[in-house]
């Protein structure tokens, strides 16, 4: 089954704490990035991804960082989390660019407190 | 800056009944279009896409309408159903983002009362 899978679903962390989200995709796609959603604000781009060793900054890039060492994986990096980050967390996965159909993981819902 | 907006940001109706839900957005030069549903504690699952060149896309009981020229998409929901209910999210890629990244409405909420 074609899927983009997040882990973990739920996270409840201090301030500080570094942290991982990871994501992985099974399509081979190309292209994958991370949203944040948060209530009266939407879904707003924080990194993407157009291949390995290719990533970019989104709209809310502050205090995140990834990687993208293989085609499949995506992680999302928290160095010193603050309660600011706090919110709910997609990945996506598209073919070939950013302007293709999304497929988006199940989401992590993370607290830092 | 571009913006997608989405009205009404909630509706109730019965089961049963056809409905629209809208999507605007002030930048014509998308690459295409996508509906997403967002059920509580779970991602986003993709409906339907159009195509910047399309004008409708179908789906069972969806179609999707894009119209570039006046900014607007409208999802037609036929015969709803409770299971329906989530929320319904449209966004798009945008020209001058390099199409790199989906800009999202804010949502319409959706429930389908039995």
């Known amino acids: 089954e074609a899927q983009v899978t997040q882990n973990p679903r739920y996270l409840i962390t201090v301030t500080g704490k570094k942290l991982t989200v990871t994501c992985s995709q099974n399509?081979?796609?190309?292209?994958m990035s991370w949203y944040r959603q948060d209530p009266g604000l939407g879904l707003r781009q924080i990194y993407y991804s157009m291949n390995v060793e290719v990533t970019d900054k989104g709209d809310v890039p502050e205090g995140y960082k990834v990687s993208r060492k293989e085609k499949r994986n995506f992680p999302l990096i928290l160095e010193s989390p603050s309660p600011n980050q706090t919110s709910l967390y997609f990945c996506?996965?598209?073919?070939?660019?950013?302007?293709?159909?999304?497929?988006f993981g199940q989401g992590t819902r993370l607290t830092v407190v | 800056k571009q913006e997608v907006t989405q009205i009404p940001a909630a509706l109730s109706v019965p089961e049963g009944e056809n409905l629209v839900l809208n999507c605007s957005f002030t930048?014509?030069?998308?690459?295409?279009l996508q509906w997403f549903r967002q059920d509580p504690g779970k991602g986003l699952t993709s409906l339907l896409l159009?195509?910047?060149?399309?004008r409708e896309q179908t789906s069972g009981r969806l179609n999707a309408s894009l119209d570039k020229s006046s900014g607007r998409s409208t999802l037609y929901i036929a015969a709803s159903q409770p299971g329906d209910s989530a929320t319904y999210l449209c966004?798009?890629?945008?020209?001058?983002?390099?199409?790199?990244?989906?800009?999202f409405g804010t949502g319409t909420r959706l429930l389908v009362s039995p």
């Open positions: 399509m081979n796609h190309e292209y």
């Open positions: 930048d014509s030069a998308i690459y295409n």
């Open positions: 996506a996965s598209s073919y070939g660019t950013g302007a293709t159909e999304a497929f």
């Open positions: 966004a798009a890629p945008f020209l001058n983002t390099g199409f790199q990244k989906l800009v």
């Open positions: 159009i195509q910047s060149s399309q």
